[in-house]
């Protein structure tokens, strides 16, 4: 089992920035990728980015050269920073680990006024 904790959330104006982290417990060294996914309102959750164990990283178009995921093994945490945030950046986001299961994070909410 692998249990996931999602902070840093909040309400920031548009064009400000929020750093993410998700921090992971349990049966940690079965952890292979690790992303974040968000669901705005009435929407489908999606993928904003992933990270490999070796670091290598994916991300949706919608964020790419504003958003940057990274992961700290050795905290057993991965960040997801996030710049020039618009009103559309506005949704729960989920941190997720890929094990030989799926496991999701509680979600932590962000909000971008503009």
């Known amino acids: 089992q692998v249990q996931l904790v999602e902070s840093g959330g909040g309400l920031v104006q548009a064009g400000g920035s929020l750093r993410l982290s998700c921090a992971a417990s349990?049966?940690?060294?079965?952890?292979?990728?690790m992303g974040w996914y968000r669901q705005a309102p009435g929407k489908q959750r999606e993928l904003v980015a992933t990270i490999s164990r070796g670091g290598n990283t994916n991300y949706a178009e919608s964020v790419r050269g504003r958003f940057a995921i990274s992961r700290d093994n050795a905290k057993n945490t991965v960040y997801l920073q996030m710049n020039s945030l618009k009103p559309e950046d506005t949704a729960v986001y989920y941190c997720k680990a890929y094990t030989h299961n799926i496991y999701w994070g509680q979600g932590t909410q962000v909000t971008v006024s503009s």
């Open positions: 349990g049966n940690i060294y079965s952890i292979g990728d």
